[in-house]
């Protein structure tokens, strides 16, 4: 779960330093898959007795709304690239 939320920031990161808003977007499209593949895992731990259901639900708020920052850039970087 830690890998998966280290890179969602991380390919953040990555797409905004090269520059370019095809590759931020490409990036951010990574980033979404990086925060599903966390979210899954949460589920996994719930189901695993690791979280409790308050502690998961938490999380999973957290993780939503990581979720819908990436959308949101993701929406202005291609309005960005449709501009240009």
């Known amino acids: 779960m830690q890998r998966a939320a280290v890179s969602i920031?991380?390919?953040?990161a990555e797409g905004f330093e090269?520059?370019?808003?095809g590759?931020?977007?490409h990036f951010l499209?990574?980033?979404?898959s990086?925060?599903?593949?966390?979210r899954s895992q949460l589920y996994t731990?719930?189901?695993?007795g690791y979280l409790s259901l308050n502690e998961f639900s938490?999380?999973?708020?957290q993780?939503?709304?990581?979720?819908r920052v990436i959308g949101g850039l993701r929406v202005s970087v291609e309005q960005q690239r449709k501009s240009k």
Request: avoid cysteine; proline fraction near 3%.
């Open 34 to 38: 990086s925060y599903a593949e966390a």
């Open 9 to 12: 920031m991380s390919n953040i």
């Open 18 to 21: 090269r520059g370019n808003p």
């Open 63 to 67: 993780a939503e709304e990581v979720s």
């Open 45 to 48: 731990a719930l189901d695993s």
């Open 58 to 61: 938490e999380l999973l708020n």
């Open 29 to 32: 499209v990574i980033a979404k």
């Open 23 to 25: 590759e931020f977007y």
